[in-house]
C-alpha cells in the first residue's frame, strides 16, 4: 500500500466549470475526510465518509460541493460553477475507525487554482 | 467547536539550536486528543508527534516533545537539537469527538531553521 494517493495534484480551471477531485485512501481504512487548506491557514473540515456513508459535512461545504465514496473504497469530490473563492489546496486523510485508534494519513492534496 | 491557536505565526532557530511551538486549545471534554503535524512546502501532512489527554506523561518521539498542561489547555512542542530538514510549516490539531473524529487544526507556525 503506497499511501493516500490524490489526482490531480494541480487543477486550473476557468471560473464557472465544473471540477472533480479524486482520492484513494489506505485500503483497510473506512474513514475518509476531506479537507480544504488556504494560504496561510490550517486545513480546515468539510466532509467524511465512514465506509460509503457520508456522515457529517460542515457549513463550509456549500450547496455547489458534493462528495461521493462509493463502495467504500475511493472518493470524490466535485465543485460545480467553481468561483475563485475555491483556490485551495484540497487535502484527504484516511483512518481506521474505533476505539483509541487515531492514525491518520494525509494524501499530498489537489491544489486547485481558479482563474 | 473546540478552537486551536497557535499564536507564533512564524518562527527562527539556529541549527542544533531548541525551539518551542506554542498551542492552546479550547474544549469541554475530558478525553481527547491532541497531535503536532509537520507540513514541508509543497509536501504531504506529517505525524510529529501525539498525546492522549488522559496521559499524565508528556509525549517524546527523539527529538521532538510536548508539554501538556491540561489544566491550563496548552500543548507546546518542543524541537531540541534542531536541523535543517525541520523548516516547515508545523500545525497543532485537536481530535474532535465529532465530526467522525475529524481534525481540528491551528492556523501554523512556520518555522525556520538557520545554518
Known amino acids: 500500500d503506497t499511501g493516500v494517493s490524490q489526482n490531480p495534484r494541480h487543477k486550473i480551471t476557468k471560473r464557472g466549470q465544473n471540477v472533480t477531485f479524486r482520492c484513494d485512501p489506505i485500503s483497510e481504512h473506512n474513514r475518509l475526510y476531506w479537507y480544504r487548506q488556504t494560504l496561510g491557514q490550517g486545513p480546515e473540515f468539510l466532509t467524511y465518509?465512514?465506509?460509503?456513508?457520508?456522515?457529517?459535512k460542515s457549513r463550509l461545504l456549500s450547496d455547489r460541493f458534493s462528495a461521493e465514496r462509493p463502495k467504500g473504497s475511493f472518493s470524490t469530490l466535485e465543485i460545480q460553477r467553481t468561483e475563485q473563492g475555491d483556490s485551495a489546496m484540497y487535502l484527504c486523510?484516511?483512518?481506521?475507525?474505533?476505539?483509541?485508534?487515531?492514525?491518520?494519513?494525509f494524501g499530498s492534496g489537489t491544489r486547485l487554482t481558479v482563474v | 467547536a473546540q478552537t486551536v491557536t497557535q499564536s507564533q505565526p512564524e518562527m527562527s532557530v539556529q541549527e542544533a539550536e531548541t525551539v518551542t511551538l506554542s498551542c492552546t486549545y479550547d474544549t469541554s471534554e475530558s478525553d481527547y486528543y491532541l497531535f503536532w503535524y509537520k507540513q514541508p512546502p509543497s509536501r504531504q501532512m506529517i505525524l510529529v508527534i501525539r498525546q492522549e489527554a488522559y496521559k499524565q506523561q508528556n509525549a517524546t518521539e527523539n527529538r521532538f516533545s510536548v508539554n501538556f498542561q491540561k489544566a491550563a489547555k496548552s500543548f507546546s512542542l518542543k524541537i531540541s537539537d534542531s536541523q535543517l530538514g525541520d523548516a516547515a510549516m508545523y500545525f497543532c490539531?485537536?481530535?474532535?469527538?465529532?465530526?467522525?473524529?475529524?481534525?481540528?487544526f491551528g492556523k501554523g507556525t512556520s518555522l525556520l531553521v538557520t545554518p
Open positions: 465518509f465512514q465506509n460509503e456513508a457520508q456522515l457529517e
Open positions: 486523510a484516511s483512518s481506521l475507525a474505533g476505539g483509541r485508534n487515531y492514525g491518520y494519513t
Open positions: 490539531a485537536y481530535r474532535d469527538s465529532n465530526s467522525g473524529y475529524a481534525l481540528n
